[in-house]
């Protein structure tokens, strides 16, 4: 439906920081969209981590990453930002951005969401 692009994935130590970009191909109606970053690991399903709504007014996080990760995005440069700080290894996993549309559907559920980037592998060492 859409391209989108991750980046800012690699290796760090636990207690270290990490910044991912998702950035849309085109920006046609980007605002018009709730973008969201999931996570799966090796074996796992895949699972939400943050989603953003198009204005960004509204914000969801996951249990696991409050207090430590930040979603933020610029709808002028048609990206969507996930700051990940005091990573530990749980957080270990291949991290994807998603496209939602601004209606009622399940902003947890990666079902909901109908483009996906690649994937950007994070891997933090003990």
């Known amino acids: 439906q859409v391209q989108l692009v991750e980046s800012g994935g690699g290796l760090v130590q636990a207690g270290g920081s990490l910044r991912l970009s998702c950035a849309a191909a085109s920006g046609r109606a980007f605002s018009m969209y709730v973008m969201g970053w999931f996570r799966q690991a090796p074996g796992k399903e895949r699972e939400f981590v943050a989603a953003?709504?198009?204005?960004?007014?509204?914000?969801y996080y996951a249990d696991s990453v409050k207090a430590r990760f930040t979603i933020s995005r610029d709808n002028a440069k048609n990206s969507v930002y996930l700051q990940m700080n005091s990573l530990k290894p749980e957080d270990t996993a291949v991290y994807y951005c998603g496209r939602k549309r601004e209606y009622y559907t399940d902003t947890y559920s990666p079902s909901a969401y109908d483009s996906w980037g690649q994937g950007t592998q994070v891997t933090v060492s003990s």
């Open positions: 953003i709504s198009g204005r960004g007014g509204t914000i």
